[in-house]
């Protein structure tokens, strides 16, 4: 099967959720978490609206630009017994923008069409069934018994080698006390497709079996006020799914302003039962500091109350979310907010 797999995973197979998982606090060399403060009031008033993502309008975009979900790279679970491959230098090389774009990489995207068996494109019912399954696998979670130490690495799994977790030491002189902002690629910043977008942005080429590709990219509205404006309140890492040699010169375009400080990739996701996880105890920050913006409820299963969901975009024009998040986000992260979790957690 070689290099021909698909980008992009973490559907959440509701039928996995027999074995019991434990969610585990950051070692103990990290920071303590201090008492929580009073929820400022702009957060108690915003945090209920930004819970729930908004659904998909794409009623006022022409025919001509609609994607053929059937022929678009999307966020998919195939490889159901694979581990990613361990690379030790992988942070390093990802967090500088001029690194080796297919180094690390153990997959890479299929042509729409293809009959590879791992192939599995999303379309808007799975998104919709996906995030069904993740609340429901959700409340069976908080009901177990739990057991798995979440900081503990997989075998194969890859990070950096001087912490022993995802990212290297915090760069205090230039982050200080900022809070760590975890966001997704596909579907929640941009939108990808194999098939010719008259209205693409940018292209990316990608080898595959020795033969390019080209992927076309939409930016979701907002994005670069987004990206320019948390790069400058929070350490930012974009944590994908994806392979490298597809995320990488993604990035490389996208982050016009610099903003994003971290790449994490398909490597660096915690395996749970097939299922690529973004799990944040293994990030290398304290948990009261962490956020995650993801449009798939799966990716943050074992850390719901650190998430602020959004919907799946794929082509809408008058989407606002990026830029609705933005006084919300500006407001937690700001240092009276001690634990994030406190405030995100609205069920407490």
Same mark, same amino acid.
């Given at each position: 099967m070689g290099l021909t797999t698909s980008l992009l995973c973490c559907n959440l197979d509701a039928?996995?959720?027999?074995?019991?998982?434990?969610?585990?606090?950051?070692?103990?060399?990290?920071?303590?978490?201090?008492?929580?403060?009073?929820?400022?009031?702009?957060?108690q008033q915003n945090v209920a609206k930004k819970r729930e993502p908004k659904k998909e309008n794409r009623k006022d975009v022409d025919d001509d630009q609609l994607v053929n979900e059937t022929d678009t790279i999307t966020n998919t679970n195939e490889e159901l017994n694979q581990t990613p491959t361990l690379n030790n230098n992988n942070n390093s090389n990802h967090q500088n923008s001029n690194s080796n774009n297919g180094g690390g990489a153990e997959g890479a995207p299929v042509p729409a069409g293809s009959e590879n068996p791992v192939l599995n494109v999303q379309n808007e019912d799975q998104v919709r069934n996906e995030a069904q399954a993740a609340a429901e696998a959700q409340d069976q979670l908080s009901e177990m018994d739990l057991e798995l130490d979440l900081t503990k690495l997989q075998e194969g799994q890859a990070h950096h080698p001087e912490t022993g977790f995802l990212l290297g030491h915090k760069n205090t002189k230039k982050f200080g006390k900022k809070k760590c902002l975890i966001l997704d690629l596909d579907e929640t910043l941009v939108h990808s497709s194999f098939k010719y977008l008259r209205t693409a942005d940018f292209v990316i080429p990608v080898e595959i079996d020795n033969q390019v590709h080209h992927v076309y990219v939409i930016k979701r509205p907002g994005v670069d006020e987004f990206l320019e404006k948390v790069g400058r309140?929070?350490?930012?890492?974009? /944590?994908?799914? #994806?392979?490298?040699? *597809?995320?990488?010169?993604?990035?490389?375009? $996208?982050?016009?302003?610099?903003?994003?400080?971290?790449?994490? /990739?398909?490597? #660096?996701?915690?395996? *749970?039962?097939?299922?690529?996880?973004?799990? $944040?105890?293994?990030?290398?920050?304290?948990?009261?500091?962490?956020?995650?913006?993801?449009?798939?409820?799966?990716?943050?299963?074992?850390?719901?109350e650190h998430s602020i969901p959004i919907s799946s975009w794929f082509s809408d024009t008058h989407d606002n979310e990026l830029l609705d998040l933005l006084p919300f986000l500006e407001d937690i992260s700001k240092p009276n907010v001690d634990d994030v979790g406190k405030v995100l957690d609205i069920g407490l």
């Amino acid at each position: 099967m070689g290099l021909t797999t698909s980008l992009l995973c973490c559907n959440l197979d509701a039928n996995d959720l027999d074995d019991k998982v434990h969610k585990s606090s950051p070692r103990s060399a990290l920071p303590t978490q201090k008492p929580t403060p009073p929820k400022p009031l702009q957060l108690q008033q915003n945090v209920a609206k930004k819970r729930e993502p908004k659904k998909e309008n794409r009623k006022d975009v022409d025919d001509d630009q609609l994607v053929n979900e059937t022929d678009t790279i999307t966020n998919t679970n195939e490889e159901l017994n694979q581990t990613p491959t361990l690379n030790n230098n992988n942070n390093s090389n990802h967090q500088n923008s001029n690194s080796n774009n297919g180094g690390g990489a153990e997959g890479a995207p299929v042509p729409a069409g293809s009959e590879n068996p791992v192939l599995n494109v999303q379309n808007e019912d799975q998104v919709r069934n996906e995030a069904q399954a993740a609340a429901e696998a959700q409340d069976q979670l908080s009901e177990m018994d739990l057991e798995l130490d979440l900081t503990k690495l997989q075998e194969g799994q890859a990070h950096h080698p001087e912490t022993g977790f995802l990212l290297g030491h915090k760069n205090t002189k230039k982050f200080g006390k900022k809070k760590c902002l975890i966001l997704d690629l596909d579907e929640t910043l941009v939108h990808s497709s194999f098939k010719y977008l008259r209205t693409a942005d940018f292209v990316i080429p990608v080898e595959i079996d020795n033969q390019v590709h080209h992927v076309y990219v939409i930016k979701r509205p907002g994005v670069d006020e987004f990206l320019e404006k948390v790069g400058r309140w929070f350490e930012v890492v974009v /944590f994908t799914a #994806s392979v490298s040699k *597809y995320g990488d010169p993604l990035l490389n375009k $996208l982050d016009i302003h610099r903003a994003v400080h971290h790449r994490l /990739f398909r490597d #660096s996701c915690y395996n *749970y039962q097939g299922n690529f996880i973004k799990n $944040l105890s293994q990030i290398g920050r304290p948990l009261s500091e962490c956020i995650i913006i993801d449009n798939s409820p799966a990716s943050y299963i074992f850390h719901p109350e650190h998430s602020i969901p959004i919907s799946s975009w794929f082509s809408d024009t008058h989407d606002n979310e990026l830029l609705d998040l933005l006084p919300f986000l500006e407001d937690i992260s700001k240092p009276n907010v001690d634990d994030v979790g406190k405030v995100l957690d609205i069920g407490l």
